[in-house]
């Protein structure tokens, strides 16, 4: 069973670095083609793809974010990390992780969300 | 702004059908058959309901089916149920320097 869990602080202040966690089971991030992304979504908003990890540990980052993003993996631990930094109001979101394979690209399994609300 | 184009709201009685569409450029819908589409429920994750065009996952209902013409991606629900109203949004391979672009998402109301 494919499971996914995001964690981390559910409020940071302005110009703060925020770090998230995705915590994974029942695949591994070592097989071919498996890949995690990081997707975001503020509140009454649509969707917006981050970042996204492989299992060879390229990574991708979105054009307009790509300064301020890094994404990571922990093999061993089964975890995904994403850093943001100079975070601002406008990051406030509920921010999700999820699983896709390369080619494809598509998301078949996400975490539940946490949402991240950014205020001084 | 999202770089892929959806309808705001789509609504339809129950048992009718309903095509919702997805208009990219030659750069991402376009260019390749990696385009999926998600079902939100409010307060809820995504949930994936069609990949590469045309594909059900398993445990998905036949009655969603997916298409493309050109820069547009179609999403057709048919006998449309009162569980189908939720959001959705189409998502699309935009190749390896954009890499993944979503859509700004559809409501769908059944009446």
């Known amino acids: 069973q494919v499971t996914l869990r995001e964690s981390g602080p559910a409020l940071v202040k302005p110009t703060q670095t925020l770090t998230l966690t995705c915590t994974f089971s029942?695949?591994?991030?070592?097989?071919?083609?498996?890949?995690v992304s990081w997707i975001r979504q503020p509140p009454g908003k649509a969707l917006e793809w981050l970042a996204l990890i492989d299992w060879d540990d390229d990574k991708y980052y979105s054009t307009s974010l790509k300064t301020r993003l890094t994404i990571s993996k922990d093999t061993s631990k089964n975890q995904v990390v994403l850093t943001m930094t100079n975070m601002d109001p406008v990051d406030t979101a509920t921010y999700y992780c999820?699983?896709?394979?390369?080619?494809?690209?598509?998301?078949?399994?996400w975490g539940q969300g946490t949402l991240v609300t950014v205020s001084s | 702004q999202s770089a892929l184009t959806q309808p705001a709201s789509v609504s339809g009685s129950p048992g009718q059908s309903i095509t919702i569409s997805c208009t990219g450029t030659s750069s991402d819908v376009g260019s390749y058959n990696l385009v999926s589409w998600y079902q939100q429920h409010p307060g809820k994750a995504p949930k994936l309901m069609i990949y590469e065009v045309s594909k059900r996952p398993s445990g998905v209902s036949n009655r969603f089916s997916g298409s493309k013409s050109g820069n547009t991606a179609s999403l057709t629900i048919s006998g449309l149920q009162a569980e189908d109203e939720a959001d959705y949004y189409c998502c699309s391979y935009a190749g390896s320097s954009t890499l993944v672009v979503f859509g700004g998402g559809t409501k769908l109301t059944v009446l």
């Open positions: 029942g695949f591994s991030l070592s097989t071919s083609g498996m890949c």
């Open positions: 999820a699983r896709s394979y390369r080619p494809g690209f598509y998301f078949d399994y």
